[in-house]
């Protein structure tokens, strides 16, 4: 299974060697001079790359956004989720997290019937838990102290922070690739049923 840098990465030329060394070494010696071409503009790059080289992984969270978005079965689901939050007494400003055990968890949660199915069975491995905005800033203000670029948990931070709980959900969808995680923060409309 193909297994691109987490988002956003670290450090794009390196990720974009990785991609190169693994999946078109005979190209790996031309990076440089496309690094060169595309300086200042490495992560636009690099998302390139890893739709060409590992587009399953680059389709996976668009299908979960546009199932949890569109199909009025599982947005009940979530809006399930969310009602369940409300009744523990959660702030309703507030991030719901999908934290996925495996990469294979994601194609699960993109697959309507799969997913549906499984989750009427408790046959997901799935943890499913819930920040208010309270909890969320502290944890994410630690995040930003840590070495590197974690500039998706801001990104999280801000769409918590601003989002309609009314008309809107916020999420964030996560799963481990290898030694990093594969995170995505998607806000997800409240259909009518």
């Given at each position: 299974m193909c297994q691109p840098p987490k988002e956003p990465p670290v450090d794009?030329?390196?990720?974009?060697?990785?991609?190169?060394?693994?999946?078109d070494p005979d190209k790996l010696n031309e990076v440089d001079a496309l690094l060169t071409k595309f300086k200042g503009r490495e992560a636009q790059l690099l998302a390139a790359v890893t739709a060409k080289y590992c587009p399953d992984d680059v389709d996976r969270f668009a299908r979960i956004v546009k199932l949890f978005s569109e199909d009025a079965?599982?947005?009940?689901?979530l809006r399930g989720f969310d009602e369940d939050a409300t009744a523990k007494g959660i702030d309703k400003r507030r991030l719901i997290m999908f934290k996925c055990p495996t990469v294979?968890?994601?194609?699960?949660?993109?697959?309507?019937?799969?997913?549906?199915?499984?989750m009427s069975s408790n046959g997901v491995e799935l943890d499913i838990s819930y920040l208010p905005i309270e909890q969320l800033r502290p944890m994410v203000a630690q995040i930003l102290e840590a070495p590197g670029?974690?500039?998706?948990?801001?990104?999280?931070?801000?769409?918590?922070?601003?989002f309609d709980p009314e008309k809107e959900m916020s999420l964030l969808v996560c799963a481990p690739s290898g030694a990093e995680n594969l995170v995505r923060p998607m806000l997800v409309p409240r259909l009518s049923s």
């Open positions: 794009a030329a390196a990720a974009i060697k990785q991609l190169y060394a693994r999946h079965d599982v947005n009940r689901m294979d968890t994601l194609v699960i949660l993109g697959d309507k019937q799969n997913l549906m199915t499984r670029d974690n500039a998706i948990y801001a990104t999280t931070l801000e769409q918590t922070e601003s």
